[in-house]
């Protein structure tokens, strides 16, 4: 029996699974925070979603403002939390025949030096009221 021979071949593979390791967990790391970054993304065009949608409501109905609409987004914010979506701007506008709302800001950043653009928009006819025709 030879062992000087074993001992050569076990060498030989000394230090190959540590070198793999250096390699794949960074890897691996980045696209699971990759992943939690598009997450945060995601939740935070819903959260500007559905602010615009309510403030969208509140500006078109019969006796709506743009201020009306400013406040309803301001108050939904509030109750949804800024977490994810940071850096909020707010545009509500008011014609005789539309209304419309944007909301932008950027998602909370999970991987560093990347921000993410969060932008949505709701649009609709303003709401008239019209009495019924006469028979």
Known sequence: MNHRGDARRLNGDAGAVTT???IVMPVLLTLVMLLAQV???WHAV?????TASQALAATRVEDGTAANGYGEAERVLGQLGHGPLR???ITVT????SADVRITGTAAGVVPFLHLPVRTHAFGPVERFRPPAAP
């Open 39 to 41: 997450t945060v993304w």
């Open 46 to 50: 819903h959260i500007a979603q559905a």
């Open 87 to 89: 850096d909020v701007r």
């Open 94 to 97: 008011r014609t005789a025949a």
């Open 20 to 22: 793999e390791m250096v």
